[in-house]
């Protein structure tokens, strides 16, 4: 799939929000003591990706500045 794509978006804003009952980062970039679940951080993500395939000259990584 990937060598059909010209590049891949990967949009990191929004892991954490309004919904949930404590604060912090967006989209922390690493897991920090009051997370629940290190997969959601943008360095898993992007792990993720490259180790499905995605080259990395590739994968574009997007977030939102707060």
């Known amino acids: 799939m990937y060598r059909d ?3 891949v978006n990967l949009m990191t ?3 954490h929000g309004s919904w949930e009952s404590e604060t912090g980062y ?3 970039l690493y897991a920090g ?3 629940t679940d290190p997969q959601n951080m ?3 993500m ?3 990706w490259l180790n499905a395939g995605c080259p ?3 994968l ?3 977030r939102r500045l707060q």
């Open 46 to 48: 992007t792990t993720d």
């Open 56 to 58: 990395a000259e590739k």
């Open 26 to 28: 967006s989209a922390p």
């Open 60 to 62: 574009i990584l997007g």
């Open 33 to 35: 003591p009051y997370e």
């Open 42 to 44: 943008v360095d898993a």
């Open 5 to 7: 794509l010209d590049f």
């Open 13 to 15: 804003y929004d892991i």
